[in-house]
């Protein structure tokens, strides 16, 4: 029986599978993937609340039939992501219709903070799954944890400028019209906010990564 169990433990997937199973432990890769997913869902909230408040302010600059559209998109992706509640609605029109400066700095507080715990626990997942040797301290970790939620803020206020408030306020020609600038403007939105947003995706996933 001894040698039997000798042979089957020599085989490759055996030994394959035990490989994984310690290594899975060793690096807590289930505990990691946790992490990731609790601190992304707590940090939803405030996000949205940042981008309403935000949206809120753009919508005051482009007219009131803009505005109603921008708020209409706002709270049916706040309905399709907290679930068909008044509270949801309630919470985010409210916002909407009453930007406060005090909303907005809440809610940028405490998505920077969910966010960058959750951008921490993602760096060590990385730094494990490449075999790196984390040599940084818990401040280190931290501050890393920062920047990458404060850069994850900023491109997604981009990238939210650049594929969806632009459709809601109208095409090109009427956004150059908006903003007082000329037809220059408005071929070079209409072409290049597509690739400009691929790009700065690319650019911010490729930072992180590295």
Do not use: C, K
């Not at 394959?16 to 869902?41: D, N």
């Not at 507080?109 to 960058?116: D, N, R």
């Amino acid at each position: 029986m001894a040698a039997f169990i000798g042979r089957v433990r020599s085989r490759w997937p055996v030994r394959f599978a035990e490989e994984f199973v310690s290594r899975w432990q060793e690096h807590r890769v289930g505990g990691l993937a946790a992490e990731i997913a609790f601190w992304g869902l707590l940090s939803l909230l405030p996000l949205m609340l940042v981008l309403t408040a935000g949206l809120g302010w753009l919508a005051d600059q482009t007219g009131e039939g803009t505005s109603a559209d921008i708020e209409e998109w706002v709270v049916e992706q706040a309905v399709n992501i907290f679930g068909d509640s008044s509270d949801v609605v309630d919470l985010f029109s409210g916002l909407f219709q009453s930007t406060s400066s005090d909303a907005l700095t809440v809610g940028v507080i405490a998505a920077l903070y969910t966010a960058s715990r959750g951008f921490a626990t993602a760096v060590r997942a990385i730094d494990v799954a490449y075999d790196i040797d984390q040599r940084r301290g818990w401040v280190g970790a931290r501050l890393i944890g920062l920047v990458l939620a404060f850069s994850a803020v900023l491109v997604g206020v981009v990238v939210v400028s650049l594929l969806v408030v632009g459709p809601l306020i109208g095409g090109a020609d009427e956004l150059a019209d908006e903003i007082g600038l000329g037809s220059t403007f408005a071929s070079l939105w209409r072409w290049l906010r597509w690739p400009v947003a691929l790009v700065v995706l690319v650019s911010w996933a490729a930072s992180m990564y590295h």
